[in-house]
């Protein structure tokens, strides 16, 4: 499956911005999905997942309560809304794909990979 990951950009702290994973094909009921980000400097984190067939989400400790993963009903496009961003929040995001039902937060357990998107959020 290709990934391709969309909709970045500068805004200020507090305010929001929505990620789109368009997919070569329809994913949701055999990959888990994710989005991960990687600031300057720092490894890559997992941001949160959707599990396949159930929908059932998570996510770090750091985004929970501002992030929300979400999908279109045709199964091709996944979704990051971002609010009340915070200048930390600044990184590239990617999102990714592993075949079957997984809770793995380890970005080496995905096998396919979206070229990813700038966030910026300034203070």
């Known amino acids: 499956v290709q990934l391709q990951a969309s909709g970045g950009g500068l805004v200020q702290a507090g305010g929001s911005l929505r990620l789109s994973c368009a997919a070569s094909?329809?994913?949701?009921?055999?990959?888990?999905m994710g989005w991960f980000r990687q600031a300057p400097g720092k490894e890559r984190e997992f941001v949160g997942h959707?599990?396949?067939?159930?929908?059932?989400?998570y996510y770090s400790n750091s985004v929970k309560g501002r992030f929300t993963i979400s999908r279109d009903n045709a199964g091709n496009t996944l979704y990051l809304q971002m609010n009340s961003l915070k200048p930390e929040d600044t990184a590239v995001y990617y999102c990714?794909?592993?075949?079957?039902?997984?809770?793995?937060?380890?970005?080496?357990?995905?096998?396919?990979w979206g070229r990813g998107t700038q966030v910026t959020v300034s203070s």
């Open positions: 990714a794909a592993r075949y079957g039902a997984h809770r793995s937060r380890n970005p080496n357990d995905y096998a396919h």
């Open positions: 094909e329809p994913t949701f009921n055999n990959y888990t």
């Open positions: 959707m599990i396949p067939r159930s929908g059932s989400t």
